[in-house]
């Protein structure tokens, strides 16, 4: 049986790695290996490498790991009864996965392990039970953190200063063999739902590193993209970005489709494709099998749940799932606009326009929005803090969906996937949300969001921590750009203004002056940049790009799919989107990012444009700057045939416009709220009269049961709800959170027309 990666003609005589043929097997040029050559200088004075003496210190701890389980399963052995040759025979093995097993790791960074047992060594009173017991007890052991609860079960801790999480898998085998191949399927035969997803982790890796053509280009490729993930605010599975495992299959299924590319043109040929992909079509790097055991693969057809991902990337090893369920609109639409802006900084490398420090320029965050929320939480000690945080963190997605369900998707969301600690105060964090309204949408004078319900279920889902201690308390504020507390910038110290010109800022000034020179050259195409004028700008570029397009690209498509283009509007298809945008109503930062013309060769849009989040594919504003490098660019694009890549059987899957089942659990809390204190949406006071009060905060104290206030000096800083979340009962209920909620509204009315005011 050949892999399931490996794909050939029916001559036999063609193959490759992937479900489709690559697009290009073209080799490196001259340039490719210069720029390979700077990209790989880069990396290493990034500090992306570490050194001889860590990588040692790893490998012995990884050792010492492997003799302790080794210990431990025939303690476990011996005290379950098990005479004494089967005690000898009793073996643990322990494998690797993740960033360390793919072999781009960096310095400091943790490891993943999977710990893999015989069929009497249970999970929880075993593995958390009596290996916990032992690690606890060696000094070389610290910040020893049990989760036995999670999705995936995990033990954290430091060994000799290396961070580890360690899972562990219960086979049904009463022996561990020392040759154990954890890619055979037969390994999943009667295990539980912790090991299948436990033992995923290193299928899933192993198998990534068998389905790229070069390893070599595929880790320092990955390296790449997960540094600039990083710079650009984007490298986050739990705030509702992407993860490592996620980044690693990107990297690899653009591996497969440019098999003999250099890494400069595989980080040049990743932003390509993925701007022009129609999401919510998956990402594989291998046909999905169904598999003989019966457990449930990634299939929108037949699960209803899996209709509900809007940017599925499927592991490739079975049980295939999708590695990236937590992505949102919002989120998406955010690593839409970045891949878009990779695309042309790469472009502009090509004509010397623009360099490696261009692309990995660090996202402005507290520049690009100029409203945010402010979430903070505190705890007693360390201990608590850390678990707090990490409960807190796994829940802010949902405070995303629930915004974008109230709202109906007009406001969107921005989460820093980062931590922000105030030096003065202690044992506390804090998290922000950038949030700005759907462009491309008309606006409505005095229209305000009240974010009050959605902030109160949040709050209650967080409160449901079947952990919690008193001191465990949450306050979600609304912060105004101006007044972003100093802590979250670098030494503590407010820029006056942006610290440099970015690509954005660059970008913008150069379409000004390529709207005037084309002004200056003709009365009939004259195009105005601001003002009045702007409708004619799109329409004129909108025009020149149909014509680059039909031209180029459409010219290769069947009949079918080129009626589709010229009947229909190819621009801007969503009925929500249809309206196009004043730009005196858009966020500032975003004015300055252009969108990607909708190079669509399958003639069908994914319902994920049109039900999902209009946003995606609004492209209302085309970037009319067209070099000789964007017009060669694109004659390669229009080889580029996206239906060939996202072929299969999954292709073009409807996305349900419903509500995923992780909120349907507030639908019995929403019917509490409203008939306690009726219908919360309607009230009429003004947020931004709060901006000259000082917000005051009710926090209830569990030792004295009374009210007591923390005030926070910051002006414009507005309390979306109490912060308190009282003691939960000695039944381990979670405490009630009070019904009552002062009115909150987000006025978004000024916020465009003050864009050209600095604030």
Known sequence: MGSPGLSNRSSGQQRWLGITEPISLSGPTEYDVAKTRELEKYLQDAGLYENQEEAICREEVLGRLDQIVKIWVKTVSRAKGFNEQMVQE???????FGSYRLGVHGPGADIDVLCVGPRHATRDEDFFGELHKMLSEMPEVTELHPVPDAHVPVMGFK?????MDLLYAKLSLWVIPEDLDLSQEAILQNTDEQTVRSLNGCRVTDQILRLVPNIQNFRTTLRCMKLWAKRRGVYSNVAGFLGGINWALLVARICQLYPNALPSMLVSRFFRVYTQWHWPNPVMLCAIEEGSLGLQVWNPRRNPKDKYHIMPII??????MNSSYNVSSSTLRIMTEEFQRGHEICEAMEANSADWDTLFEPYPFFEAHKNYLWIDISAENADDLRNWKGWVKSRMRQLTLKIERDTFGMLQCHPHPDDFSDK????HCSYFMGLQRKQGVPTTEGEQFDLRLAVDEFKHTVGMYNQWKPGMDISVSHVKRRNIPAFVFPSGVRPNRPSKVTWESKRSSELRISGHGQAEKSQEGKVAALGANDDRK??????SMD???????????PPSSREVHEDGNPVSIASSCSVKCDDTEVNSMSEQKSEKPDL????EYPSVDRETNGSEKSNSHINPLLTATDTSSFNEAGKLDIEKITCGPYDAHQVLSGEPDELEDDLQYRNQIKDFGGNLKNGNLDSSNSESVVAAEPVFSQKENISSTHIYSNGG???LEPAELTAPLLSGNPAPVPQRKPLIRLNFTSLGKAADRSS
């Not at 060994?159 to 961070?163: A, E, L």
């Not at 592991?315 to 295939?320: E, I, V």
């Not at 014509?547 to 498509?557: I, Y």
Request: aromatic residues 10%; positive net charge; charged residues 25%.
């Open 90 to 96: 009793a073996n643990a093995k322990i494998f690797t």
């Open 159 to 163: 060994f000799n200063g290396v961070s």
């Open 315 to 320: 592991t490739p090893a079975y049980p295939c």
């Open 424 to 427: 003065s105060r202690h044992l």
């Open 538 to 543: 799109r329409k004129r570029a909108e025009d």
């Open 547 to 557: 014509d680059l397009r039909n031209s180029k690209f459409f010219s290769s498509l």
């Open 600 to 603: 669509n060769s399958s003639g």
């Open 717 to 719: 800083l507005e309390e």
